[in-house]
């Protein structure tokens, strides 16, 4: 479904460059790897939010990017979670029929017309997931979904993205819960100072990784 080569993307103090990387489709990939390593500017340009300085990035299928704002719309509720089937096209009646049994699952089906800004973070959290799932990705590429979540929401989390990918979506999740990424991830990638030290099968990466900074992150010995 994604298909890069030769990424570079520089800031100032900062350059992410990634040789080759694909993700099939179908597949659930976390990617893991110390704050400043480049997780989230990986995620932007896959997601197309931002261009390369270098490098080619090709794509098919439906992309969506869930990043770690969460950002809620100044409307209700409910329109916040149809508001990407309505950009889609999908009438407001039939979008508003979809959505609700996505928020009947996550809680919120009795704050429907609840202004959403007054959401607690983890439920904007979930309103986010369930904006992003309702859509149907090809695509579904998630910075840190369920940071600040309590346990049971990260839960309820987990179990809405694994159904995504039983449905045969493809999934990168960017997460430092390591617990979660070898949980989740069909394949881990693993970044370090803007290089992408390893990816792998994500059982290998944990427990026969190739690199020793690969193990060395994974078994807390590197710290930052």
Do not use: C
Not at 162 to 177: P, Y
Request: proline letters at 5%; glycine letters at 10%.
């Amino acid at each position: 479904m994604i298909r890069a080569e030769g990424l570079l993307r520089r800031y100032p103090g900062f350059e992410l460059a990634v040789e080759a990387l694909e993700l099939p489709a179908g597949r659930f990939v976390t990617v893991i790897g110390p704050s400043g390593a480049g997780k989230s500017t990986l995620l932007r340009l896959l997601a197309g939010l931002e261009a390369p300085d270098a490098g080619t990035i090709e794509r098919r299928g439906r992309v969506v990017f869930l990043d770690q704002d969460r950002t809620v719309l100044e409307r209700s509720v409910l329109a916040n979670a149809t508001f990407g089937l309505e950009l889609a096209g999908v009438p407001r009646r039939e979008a508003e029929r979809r959505v609700r049994p996505w928020l009947e699952r996550v809680g919120l089906a009795g704050r429907l017309r609840q202004p959403a800004q007054l959401l607690s973070g983890g439920e904007r959290a979930r309103l986010a997931l369930v904006r992003a799932l309702a859509t149907e990705p090809d695509v579904l590429l998630l910075d840190e979904p369920t940071q600040a979540l309590d346990p049971g929401n990260v839960a309820l989390a987990e179990a809405l993205l694994r159904e995504a990918h039983a449905q045969g979506r493809a999934l990168v999740l960017v997460t430092h819960n390591l617990y979660q990424a070898r949980r989740l991830g069909e394949e881990t990638w693993f970044l370090l100072g803007g290089r992408l030290e390893e990816a792998s099968p994500s059982e290998r990466l944990f427990t026969r990784p190739e690199r020793e900074t690969t193990r060395a992150y994974v078994a807390g010995e590197m710290v930052y």
